[in-house]
């Protein structure tokens, strides 16, 4: 069955405290692997796709970054505003799976 | 340009009683997804749409929901006979090729059931 895993559930930091996210996937037939932020009551919002492993992509102060079982997104230097749940999701040949979301907090 | 959009935004519904939802992908996407999100849980994979046709509608939780979507644009998500576990947020997306692609979502519909 295809599953996507993400750790941590909850992650607080300092502003400026650099760390990174977890997500764990195994689905079948991939397509790609993707990251997208969501803030409280509205739609997710699209970050990356990595399609293959060894991939790397970047925005601002988020780095995406994709192995063969493991996608991580580095936080570098996060500023309040990053705060956000942050979900990563494996496009296989019929659906969308999603993780559960880590809970992202930046504390100023 | 206009991102996807659904209504309505907030729908109270007594238990039993059907009900539709709307959305409206962005112009020119050729698929169209619908999730579930359950307050302080992850997204459930509904149904996805490529054109106007469902290729998997095995995600549907039960045969009290259906879709369909007309003119390869709007989307109609129906829940017969609501259940209080029912009761969630209903996101719409779309994107321009199928499940390779990016998804953009519509901001959803907030479904109670009551």
């Known amino acids: 069955e295809d599953q996507v895993t993400q750790s941590p559930e909850a992650l607080r930091l300092q502003e400026g405290e650099s760390s990174s996210l977890n997500c764990s996937y195994t689905?079948?037939?991939?397509?790609?692997l993707f990251w997208y932020r969501q803030d409280p009551g509205k739609g997710p919002e699209f970050l990356f796709t990595?399609?293959?492993a060894g991939e790397e992509k970047e925005k601002e102060r988020l780095k995406a970054t994709l192995t063969k079982k493991e996608s991580f997104l580095h936080i570098t230097a996060p500023k309040p505003e990053d705060s956000a749940t942050y979900l990563c999701a494996g496009g296989g040949a019929q659906k969308l799976v999603f993780g559960q979301g880590t809970r992202l907090t930046i504390n100023p | 340009g206009a991102g996807v959009s659904q209504s309505p935004s907030n729908k109270v519904t007594e238990k039993g009683k059907d009900v539709e939802l709307r959305c409206d992908p962005i112009?020119?996407?050729?698929?169209l997804y619908w999730y579930r999100q359950r307050l302080g849980q992850g997204l459930e994979f509904l149904i996805y749409f490529q054109g106007n046709s469902a290729p998997d509608k095995s995600g549907l939780p039960s045969d009290r929901f259906s879709a369909e979507r007309t003119g390869e644009s709007v989307s109609t998500l129906t829940i017969q006979r609501t259940q209080q576990e029912d009761s969630a947020v209903y996101l719409c997306?779309?994107?321009?090729?199928?499940?390779?692609?990016?998804?953009?979502f519509g901001p959803g519909t907030r479904l109670t059931v009551t």
């Open positions: 689905v079948s037939g991939l397509r790609g």
């Open positions: 112009s020119g996407h050729t698929a």
């Open positions: 990595l399609y293959s």
């Open positions: 997306a779309s994107s321009f090729f199928g499940l390779a692609s990016e998804q953009y």
